[in-house]
């Protein structure tokens, strides 16, 4: 089965910068549609940012113009880089593949000042 682990997340004051990486295991990366997924405090978990196996990406509007999502198929990880971020960020932030239904342990990122 697929295994996921991210990392990469922390605390970073707003307008800060923070790259998070998950790496890919169990079965071929590159076929994949892969996503970022975040879930806040009392709130459901949203995608917001997917990447397909061509490559092609999509995001939410709330992070659209600060963050990217970007996949290296040689190392099997695929990576989100958040710019300008903001309080309403933070979150446990989780990698999946589109449509999967297991999920790890996500990696934390709290904006605060």
């Known amino acids: 089965q697929v295994q996921l682990v991210e990392s990469g997340g922390g605390l970073v004051q707003p307008g800060g910068s923070l790259r998070l990486s998950c790496a890919f295991s169990g079965s071929i990366f590159s076929i994949y549609a892969m996503g970022w997924y975040r879930q806040a405090p009392g709130k459901q978990r949203e995608l917001v940012a997917a990447?397909?196996?061509?490559?092609?990406?999509n995001y939410a509007d709330s992070v659209k113009g600060r963050f990217t999502i970007s996949r290296d198929n040689a190392k099997n990880t695929v990576y989100l880089q958040m710019n300008s971020l903001k309080p309403e960020d933070t979150a446990v932030y989780y990698c999946?593949?589109?449509?999967?239904?297991?999920w790890g342990q996500g990696t934390q990122v709290t904006v605060s000042s």
């Open positions: 999946n593949v589109r449509g999967g239904d297991s």
């Open positions: 990447i397909s196996s061509g490559g092609r990406t």
